[in-house]
């Protein structure tokens, strides 16, 4: 079964905090996503990796930075955390190549208080 | 960045058939996902699209227009476990990521 793990589904963090989302895949995909969702807004994709160490950012780096250290972990890290970062922060992966099937992890719920 | 526009919402009657229309800007398309996603979960593959015409799976179908930027998820003999959101998302150019509309909500009736 395919799986995308994200460490921690809800989190509740202080303005300025440094922040660390993980993610693990399994199934040896290549490309890794990080993306957030808001209300009216869609899915916004920040960051995304298509190997080890490299990434590229999405349409809405600002405020975010990503590690790609091995194939199956991808972290988004939150330098200095602001209320408007508050948001549900998806984790997915798929095969290179643009038309394979993008896999999700369960989401994490990050308030920034 | 590309445009995908869908309805925000929509609600149907258990039994009945829905249809949730996603268009898109046609320069450098080459491809078309639907995702279902519950609340509070993961979005889950629903279907992908590359060439015009449609293409069935059990109770759902997807439908391509290459050529109109357009497509539509069919979802026959609804179910009260079918609300939910869904996404159209594209795939554009040599881009690697795809492009996410914002979701049409779906709540589905007794």
């Known amino acids: 079964d395919v799986k995308v793990t994200q460490s921690s589904r809800y989190l509740v963090k202080r303005t300025g905090e440094k922040v660390f989302l993980e993610c693990v895949q399994d199934?040896?995909?290549?490309?890794m996503f990080w993306y957030r969702q808001d209300p009216g807004l869609g899915l916004r994709l920040i960051y995304f990796?298509?190997?080890?160490?490299?990434?590229e950012k999405g349409d809405i780096p600002e405020g975010y930075s990503v590690s790609r250290e091995k194939k199956e972990r991808f972290s988004l890290i939150l330098e200095s955390a602001s209320t408007n970062q508050t948001s549900m922060y998806l984790c997915?992966?798929?095969?290179?190549?643009?038309?394979?099937?993008?896999?999700f992890g369960e989401g994490s719920w990050l308030t920034v208080v | 960045g590309q445009n995908i526009d869908q309805p925000t919402e929509m609600t149907a009657t258990e039994g009945a058939i829905v249809q949730i229309n996603c268009t898109y800007q046609?320069?450098?398309?080459?491809?078309l996902f639907w995702y279902q996603q519950h609340a509070g979960e993961a979005p889950t593959f629903l279907s992908y699209?590359?060439?015009?015409g449609l293409e069935e799976k059990g109770r759902f179908s997807s439908f391509l227009s290459r050529s109109k930027g357009y497509s539509y998820l069919l979802l026959k003999e609804l179910q009260m476990k079918d609300s939910a959101s869904y996404l159209c998302?594209?795939?554009?150019?040599?881009?690697?990521?795809?492009?996410f509309g914002s979701g049409t909500q779906l709540t589905v009736l007794p």
């Open positions: 997915a992966s798929s095969f290179r190549g643009g038309g394979n099937t993008i896999y």
């Open positions: 199934m040896d995909h290549e490309n």
């Open positions: 990796s298509y190997d080890v160490k490299m990434k």
């Open positions: 046609t320069s450098g398309f080459n491809g």
């Open positions: 699209n590359v060439l015009d």
């Open positions: 998302a594209g795939l554009f150019g040599s881009a690697r990521q795809l492009t």
